[in-house]
């Protein structure tokens, strides 16, 4: 059996590792990409974890859920009425599906536009060769010059209670309910379980969070995830932080969940469906590592230096398997940054450019460093925020709640961190990642001229707020 050859082989069509593909095919070298994920009838689903049961799917699941919460909700007063206001389960989730399908032939059509080779099965290590690295993809072996892993993360059990994917639920599980659950639980404050408990309880379920830590969501600006949980609250949600999560039963009739509070007080909480957002862990297992030496840390996940080298020669990895966010754009980045690298240039990853985006109602993004770390760091700053109460798009949308922030540099006034809880944070966050990049200050932004009226007038008005010199507030 005669081995194909390559110049680069990507293990894993995730964001990562499709793009670190395309990349490495655009500057000129044979690429192979190898994914074994599989769609309802078995055929390729490349995308990995975002595109199948993470951020497509869920941004899907949101949309639909806000058209329904606007219907029944906000329509009213806009003179629209609706009566007999019902949702089809079935056919949210089949637009959900149908989603997905889009983007999985997207990137199928893109293997094709650039001429990468794409190969449907699991790949692994077999040995290093005078060519370079044998991988295995079933029945076959290719050969690449330089190897990209980028096989993703799975999301991670409780100890003891595997995710069944029926009662007890993780982000895959929770994206296929199929009908609107009356009692939702949620373990885990992070981004995963607060999208999904926002489309559920949207549609009429009874959300509770049981969150371990005790504050509500820690990485967030603090000033942020106050006015995220004021919203989250009065809309519903229940969170109750600080708590150490005991025995877990799953029947025919739910879920029991026993719980101390952080009072010390012994709970109980029973829910028809469990969705488990405790984290993620890096796919390695399957890969072969231990075979060819590839060395792993403590979490299984694959060592790498600043450049996304692994211990090997002509290794690297990219994306969720190796340290730092474990954010889809994030794996991107590395994917262009190691493909260019190959190709002898400079790619160049800033983690600290890298936004985070929590895609709730309000939506939360931010980009920098919060107020805290500036605060721990001893980093003398300014500060400026401005409402969305005062801003006329947001009062003509009817979503005024939250604000944007901005700290810069005392001396300097260079952007350091830029947070925004709020209509469209997601859109917004851009301008200030752009800003920050070309190493702006608070005042650049101040001086531009934004449409009007915009929900971007706000990022104007914050950045004027770091001088104490907004216009409309």
Known sequence: ????????????????????????????????????????????????????????????????????????????????????????????????????????DGILYLFKKNKVSFFHDRGSFVRQTAEGWEIAVGELRL???QIIVATGSSARALPGVPFDEANILSNDGALRIGAVPKKLGLIGSGVIGLEM??????????VMVLEAL?????????????EAH???????LKIELGVKVGAIESGAKGVKVAYTD??????????????????????????????????????GAIVVDAECRTNLPGVWAVGDVVRGPMLAHKAEEEGVAVAERIAGQHGH??????????????????????EQQLKAAGRAYKAGSFPFLANGRARALGDTTGFVKFLADAASDEILGVHIVGPMASELISEAAVAMA??????????????????????????????????NF
């Open 438 to 471: 070309f190493r702006a200050s608070a005042e650049d932004i101040a001086r531009i001229c934004h449409a009007h009226p915009s929900l971007a007038e706000a990022t104007k008005e914050a950045a004027l707020a770091v001088d104490k010199r907004t216009l």
């Open 230 to 236: 004021k919203a989250f609250t009065k809309q519903g």
């Open 143 to 145: 050969v690449g010059k």
């Open 197 to 206: 408990g926002s489309v559920w309880r949207r549609l009429g379920a009874q």
């Open 262 to 299: 952080a009072k010390g007080g012994a709970q109980e909480l029973t829910v028809d469906k469990l969705i488990v957002s405790i984290g993620r862990l890096p796919n390695t297992t399957g890969l072969n590592a231990e075979a060819v030496g590839l060395a792993l840390d403590e979490r």
């Open 1 to 104: 059996m005669s081995n194909q050859n390559f110049d680069v082989i990507v293990i894993g069509a995730g964001p990562g590792g499709y793009i670190a593909a395309i990349r490495a095919a655009q500057l000129g070298f044979s690429t192979a990409c190898i994914d074994e994920w599989k769609n309802a009838r078995g055929g390729p689903a490349p995308g990995g974890t975002c595109t199948n049961v993470g951020c497509i799917p869920s941004k899907a699941l949101l949309q639909s859920s806000e058209h329904f919460e606007h219907a029944g909700h906000g329509f009213a007063e806009h003179g629209i009425g609706l009566a007999n206001l019902t949702i089809d389960v079935a056919k949210m989730l089949a637009r959900k599906d149908q989603v997905v399908k889009q983007n999985n």
């Open 349 to 370: 990853v800033d983690f600290n450019l890298v936004p985070w985006v929590i895609y709730t109602h309000p939506e939360i993004a931010w980009v920098g460093q919060t």
């Open 214 to 226: 005790p504050t509500f969501l820690g990485a967030v600006d603090e000033q942020v995830a106050k």
